[in-house]
Every structure is written in structure tokens, then in C-alpha cells.
């Protein structure tokens, strides 16, 4: 009979301690679930945050870029005018060369 008794005391005492491991365990879920919905949106407002800083530098090279363009499309053309001023020099002063 004591042994039957210590037997279901053990019993309830191991009722008592499985709801308090599960009390524990959900718990410790509800955390870990938590703390993963603060790390995906700190992760998509770092992404977020990415994405327009990269927007931003592509955009700024793009207006780099276009106006180093420009820049060497007007060297171009500055080059190619001295170059039909040279061309014209060089005949006058061919044509000088053989007069003498």
C-alpha cells in the first residue's frame, strides 16, 4: 500500500514537472519565434536600406559617366577642329617650301 501511495506521489510529481517542462519549453519557442520575426525585419530594412544605397551609387556613377561623356565627346570634337587647322597649316607651308 505505501508502495502503491509512493508510486502515484511520484506520479503527480512527474504531472507537476512535465506541465512545468512544457510551461518551459513553450515558452522558450515563443522567444526563438520572437526573436526570428526581429531578425527577418531588421533583414529586410538592411535589404531594404541595400537597395536604395546601391540605387543611389548606380546613379551617381550613371551622371559620372554621362558627364565624362560629354567631357570626351567635346575633346573629340576640339581635337578633330585642330586637326583640320593643322591639316591646313601643313599645306601652306608645303606650298611656302616649294615656292622657294
Not at 513553450?26 to 531578425?39: A, G, H, P, R, S
Not at 525585419?41 to 556613377?61: L, N, P, W, Y
Request: glycine share 4%; aromatic share 4%.
Amino acid at each position: 500500500d505505501t508502495k502503491l501511495k509512493t508510486i502515484g506521489e511520484a506520479i503527480s510529481e512527474l504531472d507537476a514537472k512535465s506541465a512545468v517542462v512544457v510551461q518551459g519549453v513553450t515558452q522558450c519557442f515563443n522567444e526563438v519565434k520572437t526573436k526570428l520575426i526581429t531578425f527577418k525585419s531588421e533583414q529586410s530594412t538592411v535589404e531594404e536600406e541595400d537597395g536604395t544605397e546601391a540605387m543611389e551609387r548606380f546613379a551617381a556613377t550613371s551622371k559620372h559617366l554621362s558627364a565624362e561623356n560629354k567631357r570626351l565627346i567635346d575633346e573629340l570634337e576640339h581635337l578633330e577642329k585642330h586637326e583640320g587647322l593643322v591639316a591646313e597649316e601643313r599645306k601652306e607651308v608645303e606650298g611656302n617650301i616649294s615656292l622657294e
